[in-house]
Nanobody, 120 residues
Framework: QVQLVESGGGLVQAGGSLRLSCAAS????????MGWYRQAPGNQRELVAA???????NYADSVKGRFTISRDNAKNTVYLQMNSLKPEDTAVYYC??????????????WGQGTQVTVSS
């Protein structure tokens, strides 16, 4: 079994910053890409940022220059540093990972989600 546990969400004023963390645990052999998605009420889940095991990144146009994704492969953890937050960034943020595990082979895993609320 593989689990992703997120932390770091909360309430912040516009212009502020938050840092999200997501730690993967379980019978992990390796982790390929990791990423952050978000879903606002009434909207579809969308990709915010992703990072490969080698460190290549990509971002949604709406967050470029404000958000930074990084990972610590030794800790099986991915981070999302969010600066200059805007009210439109308000959403539930989900961690995602492409994991190879001992028992289940390769699979796509999701965290439980963490709420980010940006007040104007």
């Amino acid at each position: 079994q593989v689990q992703l546990v997120e932390s770091g969400g909360g309430l912040v004023q516009a212009g502020g910053s938050l840092r999200l963390s997501c730690a993967a645990s379980g019978s992990i052999v390796s982790i390929n890409a990791m990423g952050w998605y978000r879903q606002a009420p009434g909207n579809q889940r969308e990709l915010v940022a992703a990072i490969t095991s080698g460190g290549s990144t990509n971002y949604a146009d709406s967050v470029k220059g404000r958000f930074t994704i990084s990972r610590d492969n030794a800790k099986n953890t991915v981070y999302l540093q969010m600066n200059s937050l805007k009210p439109e960034d308000t959403a539930v943020y989900y961690c995602n990972a492409d994991v190879v595990s001992n028992w289940y082979g390769r699979g796509d895993y999701w965290g439980q989600g963490t709420q980010v609320t940006v007040s104007s």
